[in-house]
């Protein structure tokens, strides 16, 4: 209960910093990587910001030998480059370059009550479910050849 | 055009980063939507609770300042609806295939300079870059 309730606060917080930072407008969002047109600089506070604490909060965070709720910290390992991963990459800006919504931005923004918010994550969630059956699918075809 | 806002977007970032840290010092996990978002869709992963907690705080959150506080959340949606369900079907694809978003990879990511994240997001954020390039000033809108 106190771990469903510890990340229930925590979702709070990162709603809050979203919704103030300007995160979940996409006008503004759009507007920042609008360089040539209409400038909007306030998202590389946004990044900054965040960046900064979670490095200094991570530094100390990850000194400790496990986290509160939990026996190890669920840390990424890979630090090879592959395809996916830039493809993926490039792929998810193009999506952000269209509509201004960025997963982490598009979530709190369904709070607001917009039509639009709601209309993206269910194709963003389309997208995910999409993508993971297009991975199994090709993940089964080449264990199958390989047998 | 929007207003710039410097110290309500930095407020704004420390509060991300913050739960971020929290995140990490409570649960042991990243604070990327990408990942904690994957894991509600079917199949459910088997810790679906404290994520279904978080994204229930996400989305709680705009929602309480909008209802019980006199500050109005800027929101505009400049993009049309057939676009906004092609971009929302890309950015999902995107973002699997890249094991993470401007959450996971460009706050958490990076903050751990993890070699990985610092190469999606100099990707991600590029192109989206020349995308809004071209809609806006090669097309001329959507």
């Known amino acids: ?147 | 055009m929007t207003e710039f806002t410097p110290w309500l977007s930095l407020f704004g970032g420390s509060l991300i980063g913050l739960a971020a840290v929290l995140l990490m010092a409570f649960h042991g996990r990243i604070a990327g939507m990408t990942g904690i978002l994957s894991g509600l869709v079917p199949p459910f992963s088997t810790d679906w609770a404290w994520r279904a907690a978080f994204l229930a705080g996400a989305v709680g959150a705009p929602a309480l300042i909008a209802g019980g506080t006199a500050y109005t959340i800027p929101f505009d949606s400049p993009t049309p609806s057939a676009w906004l369900v092609v971009g929302g079907l890309i950015v999902g694809v995107g973002v699997y295939f890249g094991s993470g978003c401007t959450s996971g990879h460009g706050v958490c990511g990076l903050a751990r300079l993890s070699p990985r994240s610092v190469v999606a997001t100099i990707t991600f954020m590029t192109s989206t870059a020349i995308t809004v390039f071209v809609i806006r000033h090669l097309i001329g809108g959507l």
Do not use: E
């Open chain 1, 1 to 147: 209960m106190a771990r469903v309730l510890s990340a229930l606060v925590i979702g709070l917080i990162f709603g809050t910093g979203i919704a103030l930072s300007g995160m979940a407008n996409p006008a503004k969002v759009l507007n920042f990587f609008d360089f040539a047109g209409t400038w909007d600089p306030s998202l590389g506070f946004v990044m900054g910001g965040a960046l900064i604490v979670t490095a200094i909060g991570y530094a100390f965070v990850l000194k400790r030998k496990a986290p509160v709720f939990d026996r190890l910290f669920h840390l990424p390992t890979r630090r090879d480059l592959d395809l996916p991963l830039v493809v993926g990459s490039a792929v998810f800006g193009i999506g952000w370059g269209i509509t201004g919504f960025c997963p982490g931005g598009a979530i709190p923004a369904l709070g607001l009550g917009h039509g639009d918010a709601w209309l993206f994550v269910g194709s963003m969630i389309g997208g995910i479910a999409l993508a993971r059956i297009a991975r199994h699918t090709m993940a089964t075809r080449l264990t199958t050849k390989a047998a």
